[in-house]
């Protein structure tokens, strides 16, 4: 008989994890987000290559892209790692990234800056 006080091992505890420290639930989610990311690059690299207009006008909305593609780079690096709120976080900061360079484009296209 054990003890009152004694804790009882589970068959299904694994010694070498830490109970307390999170799982990470999204780790396989890395190829999806590499996909968001790579498609950007690309379409940013794109718009670059075929910008029309003076250096100003282009300069400012290349920057203004270059600072969206940065904060969806760093979502896309730490989303796969992150759990619970944090990720809820980062994956709402990539969105708003997104969102933000669709917006970049609508506007460049607009003012015939982007074909």
Not at 8 to 21: A, G, K, L, V
């Amino acid at each position: 008989m054990s003890e009152p006080n004694s804790v009882p091992e589970s068959s299904t505890s694994n010694p070498m994890r830490n109970p307390s420290y999170p799982q990470r639930v999204h780790i396989r989610e890395r190829a999806q987000w590499q996909a968001v990311l790579k498609t950007w690059d690309d379409r940013i690299a794109e718009a670059i290559a075929s910008a029309k207009g003076s250096a100003e006008a282009n300069g400012k909305l290349i920057a203004q892209m270059a600072g969206a593609r940065d904060q969806i780079g760093e979502a896309v690096k730490r989303l796969p790692m992150e759990v619970s709120e944090m990720y809820e976080e980062d994956k709402h900061r990539l969105e708003n990234a997104v969102e933000s360079l669709e917006r970049l484009f609508a506007r460049g296209k607009q003012e015939g800056i982007l074909a």
